[in-house]
């Protein structure tokens, strides 16, 4: 089974940008959807934004125009571009395989304001 690591989370102030990425461990060409969800202590995971096999993509409201998620079918890799921070962007990134609900360990993102 392919397994999901992600990387490039960390603190950072408001108003500035991180970029993660979900490096899978085989093939993500054959994958329809993938996607970044978050999750804050206390609250439920919640999408962020998903891609499909053919490029398109959606946002949640509350990232829209700020983030811009991609895959690279050829490294195997799945990318969050996130601009604008918010200090409300504070949580646990996770990104999934949506078919077949395969999740990563998770990344801490924390924006201070």
């Known amino acids: 089974q392919v397994q999901l690591v992600e990387s490039g989370g960390g603190l950072v102030q408001a108003g500035g940008s991180l970029r993660l990425s979900c490096a899978a461990s085989?093939?993500?060409?054959?994958?329809?959807?993938m996607g970044w969800y978050r999750q804050d202590p206390g609250k439920q995971r919640e999408l962020v934004a998903r891609?499909?096999?053919?490029?398109?993509?959606y946002y949640a409201d509350s990232v829209k125009g700020r983030f811009t998620i991609s895959r690279s079918n050829a490294k195997n890799t799945m990318y969050l571009q996130m601009n604008s921070l918010k200090p409300e962007d504070t949580a646990v990134y996770y990104c999934?395989?949506?078919?077949?609900?395969?999740w990563g360990q998770g990344t801490q993102v924390t924006v201070s304001s």
């Open positions: 999934c395989i949506i078919d077949g609900w395969k």
């Open positions: 085989g093939s993500i060409f054959s994958i329809n959807y």
């Open positions: 891609i499909s096999s053919g490029g398109s993509t």
